[in-house]
């Protein structure tokens, strides 16, 4: 790891992506004491400036480090099976009426000790860190009871321990109908409510709670009683919502004041205008898009018309979106639902780190937290342009170099 005992660095002439847009000219960046403390365009710079620091490298594009706000990291097991025969036809709705999807990962999940969970997620957030993340949201749900949706959330903390990354933690227990509750969905939502949510935050493991509204999964009036015993609790709220139809999850979450609502492909323009009254932020998800085969996009015109921060994130998880490559996710957002490379990288840095409630992260300016990546590239556009791995030069930590290439 690179640094010195000030813990000054500084990057000369590198083109500058601040987390909203390309500045217009090469600039000079320094880091001290884990935070952006100075930009200087490179003409003006004064080699006087830079006594008492390390050069840390030159050229370049420097990007903020990447925000991954939606995954589905700590899991058991895998769903190649289903991969195959989606590909023959069977739906994913199919899939999991029939108890495979979500279920088959909980019952691989809570078969898991919190050891083999480390073991198992490990180098899928390696696979994060070397595209460039610095910061990870984790989200439980596939334990689903009361004793694993707690486990899940353990190892979610304890990889954060592990690895030079920000780890965020979501409570999903609202993810699926457990097999012992079919029938009582209502018996269910009253654990979630009345056990896991108390529990999460009192031990505290959760940072926010989501729910997953869906014909599938909860009625918009079960996730609301989520919403209110998440706040009560003092935790942020998010939504898996309008995935696969509209039931207004989206203006729902947006009411009780979410963070974000995530998938939103059946979006509508009134949950649209519920979230820009609210300032909740959208997060697209085209990993599982194109795993499924989806035709519905989100509504990205809406979106723009309204001002809806457009966050991207991995969706990384074992059957929808078993991708764990972040500046994909930029490539296909452009591809599928026409971002420009720009609102892509926005989408994966400040927009994420708004989406989830860290405005200070996702940007470089100066006082903010120094999560940086330096990648050999010519433009940020070559981010989302070509799917390309080992592209990163450097990712800086809290100020601290930890990986070079």
Not at 231 to 247: C, P, R, T
Request: glycine residues 10%.
């Amino acid at each position: 790891m690179l640094s010195t005992a000030s813990g000054r660095l500084l990057w000369r002439e590198v083109t500058l992506f601040d987390g909203q847009q390309q500045l217009p000219e090469p600039m000079a960046v320094l880091v001290e004491q884990g935070r952006v403390a100075a930009l200087w365009a490179e003409k003006d710079f004064d080699p006087v400036l830079a006594v008492g620091t390390e050069e840390a490298g030159r050229g370049g594009v420097m990007t903020p480090g990447l925000v991954d706000c939606h995954t589905h990291l700590v899991y058991a097991g895998d769903r190649a099976v289903e991969f195959e025969q989606r590909l023959q036809g069977v739906s994913y709705e199919q899939i999991a009426r029939a108890g495979g999807g979500i279920l088959s990962t909980v019952r691989a999940t809570r078969a898991a000790t919190e050891d083999e969970l480390i073991a198992a997620s490990l180098p899928r957030l390696d696979a994060l860190l070397a595209d460039g993340v610095t910061t990870v949201e984790i989200k439980s749900g596939y334990g689903l009871t009361l004793e694993d949706e707690l486990k899940m959330l353990r190892v979610a903390r304890r990889l954060g321990t592990l690895r030079p990354v920000r780890v965020v933690t979501t409570l999903l227990g609202a993810h699926a109908l457990p097999p012992e509750y079919v029938g009582n969905s209502d018996g269910y939502i009253d654990l979630v409510c009345q056990q896991m949510i108390p529990a999460a935050a009192q031990q505290g493991l959760a940072d926010a709670v989501d729910v997953f509204c869906e014909g599938i999964a909860f009625s918009p009036a079960q996730c609301e009683r989520v919403f209110q015993a998440a706040i009560a609790h003092g935790l942020a709220i998010k939504a898996h919502a309008e995935q696969l139809s509209n039931l207004g999850g989206s203006a729902l979450a947006a009411r009780y004041g979410a963070l974000s609502v995530d998938h939103i492909e059946y979006l509508d323009e009134a949950g649209v205008r519920a979230m820009a009254e609210s300032g909740t932020a959208a997060v697209l998800l085209p990993g599982a898009f194109h795993v499924l085969r989806e035709t519905q996009q989100p509504p990205i015109a809406l979106l723009r018309q309204y001002g809806i921060p457009m966050a991207l994130a991995s969706d990384a998880n074992p059957g929808t979106s078993p991708i764990c490559l972040p500046t994909l996710m930029a490539n296909l957002a452009c591809t599928f639902f026409r971002l420009t490379p720009t609102e892509a990288l926005a989408g994966m840095t400040a927009h994420a780190a708004y989406a989830l409630g860290h405005k200070e992260l996702g940007r470089i300016a100066v006082g903010a937290p120094a999560d940086l990546c330096l990648w050999d590239v010519r433009h940020p556009a070559e981010l989302a342009y070509a799917i390309q791995a080992g592209r990163l030069r450097q990712r800086v930590f809290a100020g601290v170099v930890t990986y070079v290439r």
